[in-house]
């Protein structure tokens, strides 16, 4: 059943004087409590992602998530503040996806196959870009103009990775210091990033995905071949 507009509080409370601050409202939202509570967001958010495969992060609206839900726009703001809350939630659940991009601790240490790991490595992000395009391209375009929760969030899915081939290039080369290792690590995922969105937004555009992929993975091979 539908929440009534009436019953949903102008301000919570999180005791009889001191209103709730703004990070535990949030908390409020994005956890809810109960079975049907839990499901009623999973729905929204599954009607947000099935609507993303039609049109623009920036076209969606409450009333539409709502009505692809086959809920109302009242218990939509039950859950989420507005549509920005509810792409932010979908954008933080695809982040275990990058931690399938190391599958074993042995991957990218191995000189025996080295190469082959690089070129998974490399089709693995680009194949997160595949499934997750327009929330990826909404989560950048978002912390590009400032907006600081998705910024965060840039940086939180991002840091296992970076950690990850971080400690890769230390090992590779041990003369080379964690500082500089890690910057490295940074300039090759802006333009493993950059190439994947690429392809995802101008594939008719772009040169052929498998020349470039296998072009990242020379890249990343030699960056891990230093002895």
């Excluded at 939630?89 to 082959?116: H, M, N, Q, V, Y």
């Excluded at 990775?161 to 690590?185: C, F, M, Q, W, Y």
Aim: aromatic share 6%.
């Amino acid at each position: 059943m539908d929440a009534d507009p009436s019953s949903i509080p102008k301000a919570t409370r999180t005791n009889g004087n001191a209103p709730e601050s703004k990070a535990q409202h949030q908390a409020r939202k994005f956890e809810p409590s109960g079975r049907k509570g839990k499901e009623t967001r999973r729905s929204l958010m599954l009607a947000a992602r099935q609507l993303l495969d039609m049109v623009s992060p920036l076209s969606l609206s409450a009333a539409s998530i709502s009505k692809e839900a086959g809920t109302s726009p009242a218990t939509f703001y039950v859950y989420f503040d507005n549509v920005e809350d509810i792409l932010w939630a979908i954008c933080d659940a695809i982040t275990d996806d990058t931690s399938d991009l190391f599958p074993d601790r042995s991957f990218l240490r191995r000189e025996d196959r080295l190469e082959k790991d690089a070129l998974a490595f490399v089709n693995g992000y680009c194949d997160i870009w595949s499934r997750h395009g327009p929330l990826l391209l909404y989560r950048n375009m978002e912390a590009d103009r400032g907006n600081s929760r998705f910024n965060q969030l840039v940086l939180r899915i991002g840091l296992p990775i970076l950690e990850g081939l971080t400690d890769r290039i230390v090992e590779a080369d041990p003369s080379v210091k964690r500082r500089e290792a890690n910057a490295e690590a940074v300039v090759l995922i802006a333009a493993i990033d950059r190439v994947a969105s690429a392809l995802h937004t101008w594939p008719e555009n772009s040169l052929l995905p498998d020349v470039l992929l296998k072009a990242e993975a020379r890249v990343l091979t030699r960056m891990l071949r230093r002895n």
